[in-house]
């Protein structure tokens, strides 16, 4: 068996890319690195614009560029990525037309909507999408995090959404499949909008590196070095108190819970910083890994090639410039490598009908995966019981009642267009009936820590015996193999592991996340990625196992931070708002309080239009500008002159938001305990129409009466007697504790 990907599952695949944007690039990058054949247009010219710009910008462009040609050959293709400018879906509307295949098309904005022919930048879309109002100084501006993370986002989005349709039969794939970058982005912001507009509650800028509602979930200097810390549950706060000495913190009732912590940071930190500096960077990585806290070694993005857990997981190649290694996609797959059963959709509503898929999954990074997987039409049949819910219900089962279980928006949102069971995985009986869904599935998704799942008996390598041609997804935050493996992570875990805190914020700033989960929402969307493709090669090369390292996801979000520190061999300096790459780029305030705009302008020609708006160029004009107006008024004014601007959003406005609003991206279901409720819809359409919402999240065990009685029918439960699983015991940890 093979344990890399350039065993090529997209082989025989034939995509042409047309368009020079950094997302249509990085989605053609996607199919060529899996194995497709891809043909530009031409090469890209103005790279010294992209990433860190000059020298460091044409590295970054290569690295986008790998493994494609330049020739748009003969002119057959199976697929044609175009866009964002009109020209450019233009041409390749032409050119997937004569080739008789689907168009995908990549734009920054819905056309339909108000903000249909605004002008963007990266920093355009993360001040709309929620999530740099909560990045910043509490009493200063929000910050716009560096790089072409939407970008990136929406070339994940684009090749699940193509590669999905593709799986379908010829005779109903669809022509165009469009994908925007506002949308595709709105996954780091969808769930806190819908619970900020559910609850009432505003969104707040609480201060650098504090986020509701967790704390510490924060860089702390160590002796040597940084270290990221999170402490969600009793458990790892009353273990923490433990290692820094300080045993009475975990018994003062001011400290009970995360969100309590974090209305008292100052304190939080008044008793960590001075311990956390005490120890070496390794001597905390490893107190974390004895004691179940997730405490992340922090190092700066050109030094993570160095790493020994991601030099042991190959997670860094060459990237088409000397002496510079550039991330390569965040899983490693290992292929049955025999003829396995070829993917043939049924005839129901989307384009994985009639697969199953067996969710273990919990939180938000797997439950984002299946619910992709859902709304393609796939049997998603979620598992959870009462004693080990899905952790988003409620951290502590014990003392979350029902009501409040079933009526948390974050878990309601990722769960959509699903069917849930009341399965205990601890006990016999609950591991013979999740033995006999995996032997009726086609794929199993799970982000337990590294080994829970084989600890419950029921890892990879029994789902392979269970399942030939099953394709198993395992995504811990650093993966399934690696000196890391077993590090305990939440999404902050893997923000802080992932180099991105060292270039975002100001100069004087310590390392700075930019979001509570940032790791989380990508590593759903690249799991998609990895599936699909597993998926579409399973008739070639059967099942595989898949393991997904979601610190390794936003290795390709901060690329172009990873491949400029080593071509400068030197840090890449922190300059706040402003970047290499764009001529201008600021954060000001408008009219209302706590109202902000941001502006950017990546040619200097574009400075001119700017100024005969504002009245003159520099000294602030801007500022005094915009201070006149509220943030829709002025945003309006510079996008008529072809200046991008947008007003920096906060999450609960994002329901409101008028291009939102009338695009339909939120839409409207009824459930139990909070009736007719909002969730995300799907970023992408075929034809024209986002995939089918055919069901609302499932309350716990809400159907499990009917899928026990399907096993039954099937005879898949004979097979799995309760004898057949004995209560099982590894290193004197139970399964009930490795859940």
Same mark, same amino acid.
């Given at each position: 068996?093979?344990?890399?990907?350039?065993s090529g599952p997209l082989e025989g695949l034939r995509v042409v890319e047309i368009g020079a944007s950094v997302a249509v690039r990085y989605c053609g990058r996607l199919f060529a690195t899996l194995g497709a054949e891809v043909r530009q247009q031409a090469a890209a010219e103005g790279d010294r614009g992209i990433g860190y710009a000059g020298a460091a910008g044409e590295a970054y462009g290569r690295w986008l560029d790998q493994g494609k040609l330049t020739s748009l050959g003969d002119g057959g293709a199976d697929l044609v990525i175009g866009g964002p400018d009109a020209a450019s879906i233009a041409l390749a509307e032409g050119l997937a037309l004569g080739a008789g295949a689907p168009l995908l098309a990549i734009d920054w904005f819905d056309?339909?909507?108000?903000?249909?022919?605004?002008?963007?930048?990266?920093?355009?879309?993360?001040?709309?999408?929620?999530?740099?109002?909560?990045?910043?100084?509490?009493?200063?501006?929000?910050?716009?995090?560096?790089?072409?993370?939407?970008?990136?986002?929406?070339?994940?989005?684009?090749?699940?959404?193509?590669?999905?349709?593709?799986?379908?039969?010829?005779?109903?794939?669809?022509?165009?499949?469009?994908?925007?970058?506002?949308?595709?982005?709105?996954?780091?912001?969808?769930?806190?909008?819908?619970?900020?507009?559910?609850?009432?509650?505003?969104?707040?800028?609480?201060?650098?590196?504090?986020?509701?509602?967790?704390?510490?979930?924060?860089?702390?200097?160590?002796?040597?070095?940084?270290?990221?810390?999170?402490?969600?549950?009793?458990?790892?706060?009353?273990?923490?108190?433990?290692?820094?000495?300080?045993?009475?913190?975990?018994?003062?009732?001011?400290?009970?819970?995360?969100?309590?912590?974090?209305?008292?940071?100052?304190?939080?930190?008044?008793?960590?910083?001075?311990?956390?500096?005490?120890?070496?960077?390794?001597?905390?990585?490893?107190?974390?890994?004895?004691?179940?806290?997730?405490?992340?070694?922090?190092?700066?993005?050109?030094?993570?090639?160095?790493?020994?857990?991601?030099?042991?997981?190959?997670?860094?190649?060459?990237?088409?410039?000397?002496?510079?290694?550039?991330?390569?996609?965040?899983?490693?797959?290992?292929?049955?490598?025999?003829?396995?059963?070829?993917?043939?959709?049924?005839?129901?509503?989307?384009?994985?009908?009639?697969?199953?898929?067996?969710?273990?999954?919990?939180?938000?990074?797997?439950?984002?995966?299946?619910?992709?997987?859902?709304?393609?039409?796939?049997?998603?049949?979620?598992?959870?019981?009462?004693?080990?819910?899905?952790?988003?219900?409620?951290?502590?089962?014990?003392?979350?009642?029902?009501?409040?279980?079933?009526?948390?928006?974050?878990?309601?949102?990722?769960?959509?267009?699903?069917?849930?069971?009341?399965?205990?995985?601890?006990l016999s009986e609950g591991k013979a009936a999740a033995g006999a869904l995996i032997a009726g599935a086609d794929i199993v998704v799970e982000n337990y820590a590294a080994g829970v799942l084989a600890k419950l008996g029921l890892g990879q390598e029994v789902q392979r015996r269970l399942r030939p041609g099953l394709i198993s997804l395992s995504m811990p935050a650093f993966g399934v193999s690696g000196p890391l493996s077993g590090l305990r992570a939440y999404g902050s875990t893997v923000e802080q592991a992932s180099g991105l805190p060292f270039i975002n914020g100001e100069p004087h700033w310590p390392p700075a996340q930019q979001h509570v989960a940032l790791g989380d929402p990508i590593a759903g969307l690249y799991a998609v990625s990895a599936?699909?493709?597993?998926?579409?090669?399973?008739?070639?090369?059967?099942?595989?196992?898949?393991?997904?390292?979601?610190?390794?996801?936003?290795?390709?979000?901060?690329?172009?931070?990873?491949?400029?520190?080593? &071509? +400068?061999?030197?840090?890449?300096? =922190? %300059?706040? $708002?402003?970047?290499?790459?764009?001529?201008?780029?600021?954060? #000001? @305030? *408008?009219?209302?309080?706590?109202?902000?705009?941001?502006?950017?302008?990546?040619?200097?020609?574009?400075?001119?239009?700017?100024?005969?708006?504002?009245?003159?160029?520099?000294?602030?004009? &801007? +500022?005094?500008?915009?201070?006149? =107006? %509220?943030? $829709?008024?002025?945003?309006?004014?510079?996008?008529?002159?072809? #200046? @991008? *601007?947008?007003?920096?959003?906060?999450?609960?406005?994002?329901?409101?938001?008028?291009?939102?609003?009338?695009?339909?991206?939120?839409?409207?279901?009824?459930?139990?305990?909070?009736?007719?409720?909002?969730?995300?819809?799907?970023?992408?359409?075929?034809?024209?129409?986002?995939?089918?919402?055919?069901?609302?999240?499932?309350?716990?065990?809400?159907?499990?009466?009917?899928?026990?009685?399907?096993?039954?029918?099937?005879?898949?439960?004979?097979?799995?007697?309760?004898?057949?699983?004995?209560?099982?015991?590894?290193?004197?940890?139970?399964?009930?504790?490795?859940?």
């Amino acid at each position: 068996m093979s344990k890399s990907i350039e065993s090529g599952p997209l082989e025989g695949l034939r995509v042409v890319e047309i368009g020079a944007s950094v997302a249509v690039r990085y989605c053609g990058r996607l199919f060529a690195t899996l194995g497709a054949e891809v043909r530009q247009q031409a090469a890209a010219e103005g790279d010294r614009g992209i990433g860190y710009a000059g020298a460091a910008g044409e590295a970054y462009g290569r690295w986008l560029d790998q493994g494609k040609l330049t020739s748009l050959g003969d002119g057959g293709a199976d697929l044609v990525i175009g866009g964002p400018d009109a020209a450019s879906i233009a041409l390749a509307e032409g050119l997937a037309l004569g080739a008789g295949a689907p168009l995908l098309a990549i734009d920054w904005f819905d056309q339909a909507g108000p903000y249909g022919d605004w002008r963007a930048t990266d920093e355009i879309i993360s001040a709309l999408n929620g999530v740099s109002y909560s990045f910043g100084e509490r009493f200063g501006p929000p910050m716009l995090a560096q790089g072409h993370a939407p970008q990136i986002t929406a070339g994940v989005v684009g090749f699940n959404a193509a590669l999905g349709a593709l799986l379908d039969r010829p005779d109903r794939r669809p022509r165009r499949i469009d994908v925007n970058v506002h949308e595709a982005a709105m996954c780091y912001a969808e769930t806190g909008a819908l619970t900020s507009a559910r609850t009432g509650a505003p969104s707040v800028r609480l201060g650098v590196n504090r986020f509701v509602p967790t704390y510490p979930c924060a860089p702390y200097r160590a002796l040597d070095g940084w270290v990221g810390i999170t402490c969600l549950t009793p458990s790892q706060w009353r273990a923490l108190c433990g290692l820094i000495e300080r045993p009475a913190l975990a018994a003062d009732p001011r400290f009970a819970t995360a969100y309590q912590r974090l209305m008292i940071a100052d304190e939080v930190d008044k008793a960590l910083a001075p311990a956390i500096a005490r120890r070496t960077q390794a001597q905390w990585v490893e107190l974390g890994l004895a004691h179940r806290i997730p405490i992340a070694p922090m190092v700066r993005p050109g030094q993570l090639p160095e790493v020994e857990h991601w030099r042991r997981r190959d997670a860094f190649g060459p990237a088409g410039t000397p002496d510079v290694a550039a991330p390569r996609l965040p899983y490693r797959l290992q292929f049955e490598r025999v003829a396995g059963e070829a993917w043939a959709p049924g005839e129901g509503e989307g384009p994985l009908c009639g697969l199953r898929v067996v969710d273990f999954s919990m939180g938000w990074a797997g439950p984002l995966c299946a619910r992709t997987g859902g709304d393609l039409g796939a049997d998603v049949v979620k598992i959870e019981s009462e004693g080990h819910p899905d952790w988003w219900r409620g951290w502590d089962a014990g003392s979350v009642d029902v009501e409040t279980r079933e009526s948390q928006l974050n878990f309601i949102n990722v769960n959509r267009n699903k069917r849930g069971v009341d399965i205990d995985l601890t006990l016999s009986e609950g591991k013979a009936a999740a033995g006999a869904l995996i032997a009726g599935a086609d794929i199993v998704v799970e982000n337990y820590a590294a080994g829970v799942l084989a600890k419950l008996g029921l890892g990879q390598e029994v789902q392979r015996r269970l399942r030939p041609g099953l394709i198993s997804l395992s995504m811990p935050a650093f993966g399934v193999s690696g000196p890391l493996s077993g590090l305990r992570a939440y999404g902050s875990t893997v923000e802080q592991a992932s180099g991105l805190p060292f270039i975002n914020g100001e100069p004087h700033w310590p390392p700075a996340q930019q979001h509570v989960a940032l790791g989380d929402p990508i590593a759903g969307l690249y799991a998609v990625s990895a599936v699909l493709a597993c998926l579409y090669a399973r008739g070639r090369l059967g099942g595989a196992d898949i393991d997904l390292a979601q610190v390794a996801c936003l290795f390709q979000l901060g690329a172009d931070a990873i491949i400029a520190e080593q &071509l +400068a061999a030197a840090p890449v300096a =922190r %300059t706040g $708002a402003a970047r290499p790459r764009l001529a201008l780029c600021e954060v #000001v @305030p *408008a009219k209302g309080e706590d109202d902000w705009i941001a502006v950017a302008v990546a040619q200097p020609e574009g400075l001119g239009a700017l100024a005969r708006v504002v009245g003159e160029a520099g000294g602030g004009a &801007l +500022a005094r500008w915009a201070g006149m =107006r %509220t943030a $829709a008024e002025a945003c309006a004014e510079l996008q008529a002159v072809g #200046v @991008p *601007a947008a007003p920096i959003q906060p999450p609960h406005a994002l329901t409101r938001d008028p291009q939102l609003q009338a695009v339909g991206y939120f839409a409207n279901m009824e459930r139990g305990y909070v009736g007719e409720h909002q969730v995300g819809a799907s970023p992408f359409r075929f034809d024209g129409a986002r995939p089918a919402l055919r069901r609302s999240a499932p309350l716990l065990g809400e159907h499990t009466e009917e899928v026990m009685a399907e096993l039954a029918f099937s005879s898949e439960l004979d097979r799995f007697p309760p004898e057949t699983f004995e209560r099982i015991r590894v290193s004197g940890v139970d399964a009930a504790e490795a859940l």
